[in-house]
């Protein structure tokens, strides 16, 4: 009995000996799970505060960014502003008052009558008018310019001739022949002076006559024509136009200068350019001259051009100096001149007035 009892209190203390062993391991077990959830959560949270700093430093410097960005934009605002002004600078006459003067116009011839060196010479003189009531197709203009600027007596184009037009050549049908479209040797020169002129200004390229039988084979103003004439060929270089005043029409009229003999070819024999003629016709190179140039005192010319068919002429004109038919006289000359190059339109810039005038040519 007594040893049952020793073996009992054997087994209770095995029993509580391995029972504090197994507490013992649990609370270890324990310890170990706090010590790696502390260090968790320490290294959760150095992991948000880096996070947090490279946040911070992130965001500074994407502030760094948009400062660069804003500086560089307003940088280049102020370039592109500055360009804006350039541009604006060098092209004042777009900001000018402009102004479309009517495609429609005439071209008119008289004859003019001067001494040169002692002999008494016949000249052709042009002028250029428009009106926009007459409401005129480019053909009927040609042919109301022609009637009206036929200097021969017995007005050969008006009375015996049908005139129409298969662009570029000038078709000119005759209804009678012989006597009748005769004229004298200073008369034929003005006819054709005036035919092939006005012509000419109007980029006809060709002129062809028919007799009545529809053949190319007739006698007009003392010419025998059995060919097409080539206006070029037939008229020859005429650069820039001057002016003289007809008292009887009280009207100035325009001579072209190479029937002047001022200057139409450069130093190399080549024909002036516009920018050229305008510049010659600023000056007139005979000292005892019966005619003018259209460029009075007190006017410049800035800058002239002509490209794709456009011709441009920039100019100052003192307002207490330069009259208003002074004005006029300068606008129908360039047109003139710039028809001589069979430009589409000519635009004339008023520096001074800040204006702009465009005239419709050839092409209209």
């Given amino acids: 009995m007594k040893k049952m009892t020793e073996i009992a209190g054997c087994i209770s203390a095995a029993f509580l000996i391995v029972g504090c062993q197994n507490s013992e391991d649990g609370s270890e077990d324990l310890n170990d799970e706090s010590v790696d959830e502390s260090s968790a959560d320490e290294?959760?949270?150095?992991?948000?505060?880096?996070?947090?700093?490279?946040?911070?430093?992130?965001g500074s410097n994407e502030n760094k960014g948009e400062e660069s960005l804003t500086e560089a934009d307003e940088n280049g605002n102020k370039?592109?502003?500055?360009?804006?002004?350039?541009?604006?600078?060098?092209?004042?006459?777009?900001?000018?008052?402009?102004?479309?003067?009517?495609?429609d116009y005439l071209i008119g011839s008289q004859y003019i009558e001067a001494e040169v060196d002692g002999i008494v010479q016949f000249y052709t003189a042009f002028s250029i008018k428009r009106d926009g009531d007459e409401q005129l197709s480019h053909e009927e203009s040609i042919e109301m310019s022609l009637n009206d600027g036929?200097?021969?007596?017995?007005?050969?184009?008006?009375?015996y001739a049908d005139i129409s037009v298969e662009w570029p050549k000038l078709h000119i049908h005759f209804n009678e022949?012989?006597?009748?479209?005769?004229?004298?040797?200073?008369?034929s020169g003005?006819?054709?002076?005036?035919?092939?002129g006005i012509s000419d200004l109007y980029g006809i390229e060709e002129v062809l006559f028919f007799n009545p039988e529809g053949e190319n084979d007739i006698i007009v103003a003392e010419?025998?024509?059995?060919?097409?004439?080539?206006?070029?060929?037939?008229?020859?270089?005429?650069?820039?136009?001057?002016?003289?005043?007809?008292?009887?029409?009280?009207?100035?009229?325009?001579?072209?200068?190479?029937?002047?003999?001022?200057?139409v070819e450069d130093e190399s024999g080549e024909p002036l350019s516009f920018p050229e003629t305008v510049e010659a016709m600023h000056s007139i190179d005979r000292e005892d001259a019966f005619y003018s140039s259209a460029i009075v005192e007190g006017m410049e010319i800035v800058n002239s051009s002509m490209e794709n068919g456009i011709a441009t002429v920039q100019y100052t004109a003192e307002e207490e100096v330069v009259t208003e038919a002074d004005l006029i006289v300068f606008e129908n000359a360039m047109q003139l001149a710039a028809l001589d190059f069979h430009a589409w339109e000519v635009r004339l810039i008023n520096d001074t007035t800040k204006e702009l005038i465009t005239y419709p040519l050839v092409g209209q």
């Fill in 43 to 58: 290294y959760n949270l150095d992991e948000n505060e880096e996070l947090e700093n490279n946040g911070e430093e992130n």
């Fill in 79 to 103: 370039e592109n502003e500055e360009d804006a002004i350039d541009e604006t600078d060098e092209n004042d006459s777009d900001a000018y008052a402009g102004t479309q003067e009517t495609p």
């Fill in 150 to 159: 036929d200097l021969s007596e017995q007005d050969i184009l008006s009375s």
């Fill in 177 to 187: 022949d012989g006597n009748e479209l005769s004229a004298t040797s200073a008369q």
């Fill in 190 to 196: 003005l006819f054709y002076d005036s035919l092939l």
């Fill in 223 to 263: 010419r025998g024509i059995d060919e097409p004439l080539i206006v070029q060929n037939e008229r020859g270089l005429t650069r820039g136009y001057y002016t003289i005043y007809d008292e009887d029409l009280e009207e100035t009229l325009f001579l072209a200068g190479g029937e002047l003999d001022e200057q």
